[in-house]
């Protein structure tokens, strides 16, 4: 009998690691991400190699130092601000709960233009749709198994399809390596952009309260959450690599990518030029996927922040406010004139802008309150590459605001 329930706590363990793992990446590789990568990649060619590299190395180092606060304080991350610096909690809340909004009206916007390029659907019609499909997930009184398991499904498919569009672009490798690590031109904008659309705002939060809710944390977990950062970390930079060189093989050809207009939709055309009617079905499929995964893990972890408000609120009240929050994105997307590419660019921007306010108090937990975290001595190492990251994420943030805004200008 103990030999079972400690092989079904191992179960339940991996379980809650591959589900927090997908929900990261999956949140990671939204329709945001998606479009940001085929507009960039049109204008800067294979030097926008050294922005995905960029964004990778910026996801391990925050990551890996969120991820292992939020499971050594057993807090969320509102908490964990709040208990550090008073009333820190409540901004941090408020930005990644209006963060998460934008980036939700993004992501329905792009679940609506991945069903126009797959079926013809009108994008105001596919938004309103997918919303619908995530909000019956959440009512469902088996949300939380149901979110697990179509992140991971989901995931793997939009892998698959990406790399089969990959092989059929015949992208320019020797040059798209160089350039990743000595590129021709470097955009702070487009780094900050491509950073919070993949790291930022509520994405930071995303697997670590996942954890959370499933009850893997403490110290004796602690190798087994590093792990999964990492793995997490490895699936979205392999995502985000393979869709960047998807997208630069066609790029190379020759064919000219339409990034402005109403109708722009830069990757769509990207997954055409390379295979055809097939790929822009193929293109609609993950990037519906993309959307609906990310509309999912936007509500989820925007809401998970609202108990930093009431400490009595339980699941399913929180799966309740996550159904209003989808709903109210939708009524926002539905109402903007925005072009759908427009929101999915000026969405990771602005998330960009948030992640050094988070980030910054997570390094100052790890630095100063170890008796937030069970009195567990912090690696150093992680500390000082937070710390640079910190200094960099301002830098950029303080650079980029004026072109990010001008996404929706």
């Known amino acids: 009998m103990q030999a079972q329930t400690t092989g079904d706590f191992a179960r339940s363990r991996r379980?809650?690691?591959?589900?927090?793992?997908?929900?990261?990446?999956?949140?990671?590789i939204g329709p945001g991400f998606i479009t940001q990568t085929a507009t960039f990649t049109?204008?800067?060619?294979?030097?926008?190699?050294?922005?995905?590299l960029a964004s990778i190395l910026i996801d391990f180092v925050v990551q890996l130092n969120v991820w292992r606060i939020v499971t050594l304080t057993r807090m969320r991350a509102s908490d964990i601000a709040n208990a550090a610096i008073p009333g820190s909690g409540y901004l941090l809340a408020v930005l990644v709960i209006f963060g998460g909004l934008v980036f939700n009206v993004g992501n329905i916007a792009g679940s609506g233009l991945g069903l126009n390029a797959l079926?013809?659907?009108?994008?105001?019609?596919?938004?309103?749709?997918?919303?619908?499909?995530?909000?019956?997930?959440?009512?469902?009184?088996?949300?939380?198994?149901?979110?697990?398991?179509?992140?991971?499904?989901?995931?793997?498919?939009?892998?698959?399809?990406t790399l089969f569009v990959t092989f059929a672009s015949n992208p320019p490798l020797g040059e798209a390596l160089r350039q990743t690590v000595w590129p021709d031109e470097i955009n702070f904008a487009t780094i900050t952009t491509i950073v919070g659309g993949t790291v930022g705002g509520y994405i930071t939060y995303a697997g670590a309260h996942r954890l959370l809710d499933r009850g893997t944390v403490g110290v004796e977990n602690i190798d087994e959450v590093s792990k999964a950062a990492l793995s997490g970390i490895m699936v979205t930079g392999v995502m985000r690599y393979i869709l960047f060189l998807a997208i630069l093989g066609v790029v190379a050809s020759g064919v000219v990518?339409?990034?402005?207009?109403?109708?722009?939709?830069?990757?769509?055309?990207?997954?055409?030029?390379?295979?055809?009617?097939?790929?822009?079905?193929?293109?609609?499929?993950?990037?519906?996927?993309?959307?609906?995964?990310?509309?999912?893990?936007?509500a989820y972890t925007s809401m998970s922040f609202i108990t930093v408000f009431n400490?009595?609120?339980t699941e399913r009240g929180r799966n309740l406010a996550t159904v209003v929050?989808?709903?109210?994105?939708?009524?926002?997307?539905?109402?903007?004139?925005?072009?759908?590419?427009?929101?999915?660019?000026?969405?990771?921007?602005?998330?960009?802008l948030i992640l050094p306010i988070g980030l910054t108090i997570f390094i100052y937990v790890g630095?100063?309150?170890?008796?937030?975290?069970?009195?567990?001595?912090?690696?150093?190492?992680?500390l000082a590459l937070g710390?640079?990251?910190?200094?960099?994420?301002?830098?950029?943030?303080?650079?980029?605001?004026?072109?990010?805004f001008a996404f929706i200008a």
């Open 15 to 28: 379980s809650s690691l591959i589900a927090a793992i997908f929900l990261m990446a999956t949140s990671a």
């Open 42 to 52: 049109a204008t800067m060619g294979a030097a926008f190699a050294f922005g995905i």
């Open 119 to 161: 079926m013809g659907l009108d994008t105001k019609w596919g938004g309103a749709l997918s919303a619908l499909v995530a909000i019956g997930i959440f009512m469902s009184h088996r949300a939380g198994i149901a979110v697990d398991r179509i992140m991971v499904v989901l995931g793997l498919m939009m892998i698959g399809l």
């Open 257 to 298: 990518i339409d990034t402005s207009g109403q109708g722009a939709n830069p990757a769509g055309q990207a997954f055409q030029a390379a295979a055809g009617e097939l790929g822009l079905r193929a293109f609609g499929l993950i990037l519906w996927a993309a959307g609906i995964t990310s509309v999912i893990g936007a």
């Open 311 to 313: 400490k009595s609120i």
């Open 325 to 352: 929050f989808i709903a109210i994105s939708l009524g926002v997307y539905l109402m903007l004139g925005t072009p759908p590419a427009g929101l999915l660019l000026f969405a990771g921007g602005f998330n960009g």
């Open 367 to 382: 630095w100063r309150r170890a008796d937030l975290m069970e009195g567990y001595h912090y690696p150093r190492w992680l």
């Open 387 to 404: 710390a640079l990251t910190c200094v960099l994420t301002w830098y950029m943030a303080a650079k980029s605001i004026g072109p990010i």
